[in-house]
């Protein structure tokens, strides 16, 4: 083990930032937006709203609601020329790398909204950001099945435009089913934002450089992928498919404990979370809703889910480490049960994340001390040596 060749370099840098805009107690279980408790958002409140209240710090008054949300709806439409960004991906790329491609092309489309230091600008690349992003995930995902594009429509509210591009067929009819609709709202106030998560911290670390917001989004859209993180939603799908029915359950428990198996119950733990993450409450009870709207209540993969759930929380293991469910646990199963794919659960996280990255950004730009200073760390690599000429190595 080589020296620690420490020194002191004459600052403290922050990793971390100060922030108004979301609060966690993860000892508690707890979630506020600006101070207003999730689940309360997510029973009373719709995603636009919670959109605005992230963004300005404060509810709005109907006037300022109606006035957000028409501009959101206004700018839900792509250039026609960004279509072409998408035919350069193969079919089978997944909708997260077009999404991560296709918001990064962004960057070289609207010249008008990247001077971070004009706040009209800033404005415009924030309604873009927002509007467009379902329309951009709604296509990733028709590309994915070689289905033509569904235009936004200007009569239909957030969530239901969402189905509505995604579901859509021009050979017949498509009625938004409006429960379905409420639980997709539901599922995107629940992922708006969650402080300095990792994919948030990557948008503030790209941005404090100055650099181009959708640049600086995309990267977000990037980090988001992991399935350490939103991509923890499709993994935790697929694992609760794998296990399949109840009786196989222990064996599964049996691994997650075993330290020398890599594998993980995926939508359990959080590195912040030491209590259940208050969201996965809320998506539990709406798993309930849809899927008995839907005539599946006895959905297998939701059975195995609660089986699982109620097993891993019987075992000390998991409570020794505070390892609950977060907010990945049930969102696969309402997902599927819509409709969506596997491969479409972590586009629709960045969808609804897309507010919380903007929110923070526009804090760090706004307000130097908000900003992630740059993270420092503690060197434990070889000490200083003198170079050694090949012949004598
Ligand atoms: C999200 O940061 C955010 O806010 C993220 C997010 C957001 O809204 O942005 O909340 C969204 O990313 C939620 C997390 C989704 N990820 C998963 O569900 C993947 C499965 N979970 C893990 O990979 C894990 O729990 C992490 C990555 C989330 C956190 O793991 P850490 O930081 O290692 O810490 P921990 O406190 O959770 O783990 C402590 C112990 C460790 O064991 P020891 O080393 O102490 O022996 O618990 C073990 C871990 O190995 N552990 C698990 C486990 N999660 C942690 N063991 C089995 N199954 C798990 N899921």
Redesign the pocket.
């Given at each position: 083990q080589a020296d620690v060749f420490t020194y002191d370099p004459g600052f403290t840098s922050t990793a971390a930032c100060d922030s108004t805009i979301t609060f966690?107690d993860g000892f508690k279980g707890e979630l506020l937006h600006r101070g207003y408790p999730i689940d309360q958002l997510a029973e009373k409140s719709h995603y636009l709203e919670v959109c605005y209240l992230l963004l300005y710090g404060a509810l709005p008054s109907a006037e300022q609601l109606e006035e957000f949300e028409h501009i959101v709806t206004h700018h839900t439409m792509l250039h026609e020329q960004m279509m072409n960004f998408f035919r350069g991906f193969r079919r089978d790329a997944h909708p997260m790398a077009i999404m991560t491609g296709v918001v990064g092309a962004m960057s070289a489309f609207y010249h008008d909204s990247t001077d971070i230091a004009d706040e009209r600008q800033r404005e415009i690349a924030t309604f873009r950001l927002i509007a467009k992003m379902p329309t951009i995930a709604a296509m990733a995902y028709k590309y994915t099945v070689g289905q033509p594009f569904v235009y936004p429509r200007n009569d239909l509210d957030y969530a239901s435009n969402f189905l509505r591009m995604c579901f859509a067929v021009p050979a017949e009819e498509y009625e938004v089913n409006p429960i379905l609709a409420r639980a997709m709202d539901r599922i995107f106030t629940l992922?708006a934002?969650?402080?300095?998560?990792?994919?948030?911290s990557t948008v503030r670390l790209a941005s404090s450089s100055g650099a181009n917001p959708f640049a600086c989004i995309a990267a977000g859209i990037a980090c988001?992928w992991g399935?350490?993180?939103?991509?923890?939603?499709q993994?935790?799908l697929e694992m609760l498919k794998e296990i399949g029915t109840v009786d196989r359950i222990p064996e599964f428990i049996a691994r997650?404990?075993d330290?020398d198996d890599p594998?993980?119950?995926?939508?359990?733990?959080?590195?912040?979370?030491?209590n259940f993450?208050p969201?996965a409450k809320v998506m539990k009870q709406s798993a309930d809703e849809v899927l008995d709207l839907l005539g599946v209540e006895n959905n297998p993969v939701l059975q195995v889910a609660k089986e699982l759930e109620k097993a891993a929380l019987a075992d000390p293991?998991?409570a020794d480490?505070?390892?609950f469910p977060?907010?990945?646990?049930y969102s696969g199963v309402i997902l599927e049960a819509m409709g969506f794919p596997t491969s479409m659960f972590t586009p629709i996280?960045a969808v609804s994340?897309t507010v919380?990255w903007i929110s923070q950004w526009k804090e760090m730009i706004t307000d130097p001390a908000m900003k992630i200073g740059r993270p420092r760390q503690l060197y434990v690599g070889e000490t200083e040596r003198d170079y050694v000429d090949i012949e004598n190595r």
């Amino acid at each position: 083990q080589a020296d620690v060749f420490t020194y002191d370099p004459g600052f403290t840098s922050t990793a971390a930032c100060d922030s108004t805009i979301t609060f966690i107690d993860g000892f508690k279980g707890e979630l506020l937006h600006r101070g207003y408790p999730i689940d309360q958002l997510a029973e009373k409140s719709h995603y636009l709203e919670v959109c605005y209240l992230l963004l300005y710090g404060a509810l709005p008054s109907a006037e300022q609601l109606e006035e957000f949300e028409h501009i959101v709806t206004h700018h839900t439409m792509l250039h026609e020329q960004m279509m072409n960004f998408f035919r350069g991906f193969r079919r089978d790329a997944h909708p997260m790398a077009i999404m991560t491609g296709v918001v990064g092309a962004m960057s070289a489309f609207y010249h008008d909204s990247t001077d971070i230091a004009d706040e009209r600008q800033r404005e415009i690349a924030t309604f873009r950001l927002i509007a467009k992003m379902p329309t951009i995930a709604a296509m990733a995902y028709k590309y994915t099945v070689g289905q033509p594009f569904v235009y936004p429509r200007n009569d239909l509210d957030y969530a239901s435009n969402f189905l509505r591009m995604c579901f859509a067929v021009p050979a017949e009819e498509y009625e938004v089913n409006p429960i379905l609709a409420r639980a997709m709202d539901r599922i995107f106030t629940l992922h708006a934002d969650h402080e300095q998560n990792a994919s948030t911290s990557t948008v503030r670390l790209a941005s404090s450089s100055g650099a181009n917001p959708f640049a600086c989004i995309a990267a977000g859209i990037a980090c988001l992928w992991g399935p350490a993180h939103g991509g923890a939603n499709q993994a935790c799908l697929e694992m609760l498919k794998e296990i399949g029915t109840v009786d196989r359950i222990p064996e599964f428990i049996a691994r997650a404990k075993d330290k020398d198996d890599p594998f993980r119950l995926m939508g359990f733990g959080h590195r912040v979370y030491k209590n259940f993450d208050p969201r996965a409450k809320v998506m539990k009870q709406s798993a309930d809703e849809v899927l008995d709207l839907l005539g599946v209540e006895n959905n297998p993969v939701l059975q195995v889910a609660k089986e699982l759930e109620k097993a891993a929380l019987a075992d000390p293991y998991f409570a020794d480490k505070k390892l609950f469910p977060n907010v990945d646990f049930y969102s696969g199963v309402i997902l599927e049960a819509m409709g969506f794919p596997t491969s479409m659960f972590t586009p629709i996280f960045a969808v609804s994340r897309t507010v919380g990255w903007i929110s923070q950004w526009k804090e760090m730009i706004t307000d130097p001390a908000m900003k992630i200073g740059r993270p420092r760390q503690l060197y434990v690599g070889e000490t200083e040596r003198d170079y050694v000429d090949i012949e004598n190595r």
